[in-house]
């Protein structure tokens, strides 16, 4: 009687001490929540109106375009077989003939040795950045610098450092003090800034220290380069830069990503990224559609237009002097000190029947936030001059 009566008080105190921890797990949850609805920063997920585009990433309008859909409806068709599942792991069964072409496919547009596909950029970056940098070697990242890159330098154990954005001599300042395999991650394109990294001086400096160069061309690729390859292969620094990352869901309007380098970089990827190695590989579908994207655009001169449509927007956002981020790119933006101006200006534009992001800290610095607007090419310019015109209106209030 009495061990049955320890047993259930046993019980029972394992259970409260249960709700207790699980209480306690949640109070810290809602804790963490409240701090962002304070700050101005709670993330939510939306799903968004018909609004006039100026915020997706489908800059070339890949995602959206009909001609695009009867060039990959074509290619699905010449396949008798079901396209929808990988089955496994690219190392267990989730390989096949037409993935391998694909990246040789991509190598040689990219003009490099090799490509490997990651199912999307951020597992690329955690993939390279997690496994090749050793104890003892040094990670140096420009300040911006993409969350992935960062997310995978600190699964290594190399030691790491950031410069200035776009700093060279805080670069130098770096990389005169680091150890070890020196690796320096930049973006030829900033994903918040939308501004240019100066590539060949970075190039410059990572030879004269010996240090290998990786690259991210997410931003960059179908926009830079004869047909869109990307800056790296535009400035012709190919041979100089040890590795790129490029993504299939920005410009090609798909999903997905590879790294470009030497086939012995390409093996190592495979056995060593554990984001490549313990993952299904993305389906034979997902791959004919990154196919017949860059199908699509060889064919076309995409570059010409987007660049009418950055001129066209640089030109209206005159009437704002000084408050735009420098940006030979698509991704153009507004500095608006904080969160809850960035917000107020958000919900005027979406009123007026535009999609604009504002992009608030923690994601960009304190007294960095920002309206980031993404051109495209299937943005007229009457569309730009309003949504300016706007921009300048509720700026002022
Ligand atoms: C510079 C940069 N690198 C990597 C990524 C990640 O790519 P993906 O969206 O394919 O995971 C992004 C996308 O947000 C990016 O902007």
Known sequence: MIKQLAKAVGYSCRFFYFRAVLNDITSYINAKLNERIEGHSLRTLNTYVQLVDFCSNDYLGFARSADLQS????EISKHSYSLTGSTGSRLISGNDPFTEDLENYISHFHQAEAALIFN???DANVGIFSSLPQRGDTIITDELIHASIIDGARLS???RYSFKHNDLNSLEEKLKVAKGRIFIAVESIYSMDGDTAPLQKIAALAERYSAALIVDEAHAVGIFG????GLVHQLGLQDQVFARIITFGKALGCHGAAILGSQALRSYLINFARSFIYTTAASPLSHLSVYSAYQYLRRNNFKRDIELK????KEAAGQLPGLFINSESPIQCLLVEGNQKAKRLEAALQDAGFAVRAILHPTVAEGKERLRFCLHTFNSDNEIKLLLKKVAETFKD
């Open 71 to 74: 060039i990959f409806q074509a």
């Open 120 to 122: 999307s950029g951020y």
């Open 157 to 159: 154990f190399a030691n």
């Open 226 to 229: 004869e047909q869109g390859q």
């Open 310 to 313: 950055i001129a066209a927007f």
